[in-house]
């Protein structure tokens, strides 16, 4: 007997806040299947305050607090029976995040969990990236966010090790990123790397999925260095109007895909890779598998005692 049930994922970035649910279909003899039912991006960049000025701003909290309570509605329209909402370097580094997490409980009912970059990187690994990578090859997983990116290497199928650095799109756009940091993710990128003859990079994240999609590529196909620079050097052409005019970017994506493009070149450079694998996985998709399988081993073992 088919089994349908919903669960929704809460992904508070430093660049936009989204909502995603899920149709969870169990079947009685294949695996169980994930398919987006909706997902709603709201454009409330939360990294330019906490970066700035180290806290969130009165008028961003009250959007974020307006984002919440729709979200809320629409869980429940949508009759979503389990969500989990997570909140990353913007909130992690703001004054006020712990603040804004209990005014988000009070106001509009939702729970939010404020979760560092190791946190963030297993949640994501948790997602359908076992299935995607080849278990025979290492690859450097590299997830850029607004405030952070988060890196990790992966050999024969297994986390080998993974380390999250203060350099993501909205930081770099506020120029808020020094020779330091980036000599760090050299040394760190560089050191993990040679261990090994080849090595492949994934990404993930918003600005990767989008330069994916202007590629044209079929899906699976992997990106080559050459692309992605010739790419880097076309949308810095452009000004920023004409990326949304002529490219149909979309404003809070026009800006910060350029220092996207930047943090996996480096990657390239730095780690010998000539492919870079987009499969499309990112934290929400992350928060879904990891709530459903939870509750199934709960279930699992309730009625095992």
């Not at 454009?43 to 180290?54: A, K, N």
């Not at 509605?73 to 979503?80: F, W």
């Not at 390239?268 to 996985?281: N, T």
Request: positive net charge; aromatic residues 8%.
């Amino acid at each position: 007997m088919l089994k349908i049930r919903k669960f929704a994922a809460i992904d508070i970035g430093s660049n936009a806040v989204r909502l995603l649910i899920n149709n969870v279909i169990e079947y009685p003899d294949i695996p169980t299947q994930f398919k987006k039912s909706s997902l709603v991006r709201v454009p409330v960049r939360l990294g330019e305050d906490s970066f700035t000025v180290g806290e969130i701003s009165n008028l961003n909290a009250s959007r974020i607090i307006d984002t919440m309570k729709s979200f809320k509605l629409l869980m429940r329209v949508h009759g979503v029976e389990q969500y989990m909402a997570c909140a990353t370097s913007a909130m992690r580094e703001a004054n006020n995040g712990n603040e804004l997490v209990s005014i988000i409980k009070q106001k509009a009912g939702i729970d939010v969990e404020i979760i560092d970059g190791k946190k963030e990187a297993a949640i994501i690994a948790s997602t359908d990236l076992y299935s995607l990578i080849d278990r025979e090859k290492t690859y450097l997983y590299v997830d850029v966010g607004g405030g952070s990116t988060e890196f990790t290497i992966f050999d024969h199928g297994k986390i080998v090790e993974s380390k999250s650095f203060k350099v993501g799109t909205v930081r770099l756009l506020n120029e808020m990123t020094g020779k330091q940091t980036w000599s760090e993710i050299q040394k760190w990128i560089t050191k993990a790397s040679k261990k090994y003859k080849k090595i492949d990079i994934i990404g993930s994240g918003g600005n990767i999925n989008k330069l994916f999609k202007m590629s044209a590529s079929k899906p699976g196909e992997p990106l080559s260095y050459v692309y992605l620079n010739s790419q880097y050097q076309f949308l810095q052409e452009l000004t920023y109007d004409q990326r949304i005019s002529e490219l149909g970017l979309n404003p809070d994506r026009a800006d910060v895909i350029i220092p996207a493009a930047q943090i996996y070149l480096n990657a390239f450079k730095w780690s010998g890779a000539k492919k870079l694998h987009v499969p499309k996985i990112g934290l929400s998709d992350g928060i879904i598998k990891l709530l459903y399988y939870q509750q199934k081993n709960k279930t699992l073992s309730h009625l095992e005692h």
